[in-house]
């Protein structure tokens, strides 16, 4: 009988490659960028991460570099799955991958996800979220290997013309109020206070929580570095309260006052006087967020309209760009209220 194959996989080279028996896998939900499978040769479970069919954007999709952090970051307050092989040889699974420990717990994704919750538990949830993510800011790079792992002087600077390439290298259409946020970006770039590791992407569905509602593992760890802290923060704020600003969006549902999550402005509060740190500019940090945000929904946009992207929730995601890219001009012109 012939084993399933998943996209993206070739499960019988891979056990040559793992030297174990036959193998089952299957792509898990969620995830527009990296693909990620459970797999299991019915004695171990693992989970793989592999870069996305198709077109994939410079510098994007580094399993070495996700495999790095990781492995750095064990032992630290943060919590992360254990990580296994790394592999290079593309002629395995047709990219680069690594193995990692697969974690118990829940990803909360949706409304229906977080519906039992109730207010404590959102709270305490909410609260530990932010908390481990100033306890990643507060991690010395190089007392865990990764002083070189980024450049963190200009930092914000090259943040703002890389993901302009990135916008060009994968857009099909013109998108209104483009040009306008771009160079209101460039021209208002703050001064970083501080240099830290930073996620990239840190949000509660990129995150496992575990059953006492503390964060069990922080996931998708693909654009992590060394950089500005409080640009974790402010693309954090933007899941947040996205639901409010995009109401159906595809991306995240999970959080709103009515599932009992407190405001943003709580956990601003509470990342501050953790850290030290000034979050007065945390509105240009939110909208370069919101433009970040939308050059990557073009960017799978641009993969969904060539027919190679993998798994559900793509056809919505193109709509997304022209509001988010509006939103943040709004939110640079003080007219949406932090």
Known sequence: MTTPTPPGLDLDRLRDRLGTGPLTAELISGGKSNLTYRLTDGKQRWVLRRPPLGHVLATAHDMAREHRVISALAGTAVPVPGVHLLCADEEVVGAPFYLM????GTVYRTAEDAAGLGTERAHALSFRLIDVLAELHAVDPAAVGLADFGRPEGYLERQVSRWH???EGSRSREIPGLEELQQRL?????ASQRATIV???YRLDNTIAADDDTIAAV???EMATLG????????MKVYWDIAGHLPGNPVAGAVSPELGFPPMAELVDRYAATTGLDVTPLPWYTAFAQYKLAVIAEGIHYRYIQGKTVGEGFAHLGAMVPPLVALALDTLTGKVAD
Do not use: I
């Open 228 to 235: 500005d802290p409080l640009a974790d923060l402010g693309l």
């Open 219 to 221: 996931l998708d760890w």
């Open 199 to 201: 996620h990239g992407d």
């Open 186 to 190: 460039s021209e208002g770039v703050p």
């Open 101 to 104: 420990d697969e974690v118990a």
């Open 165 to 167: 390439r990135q916008f």
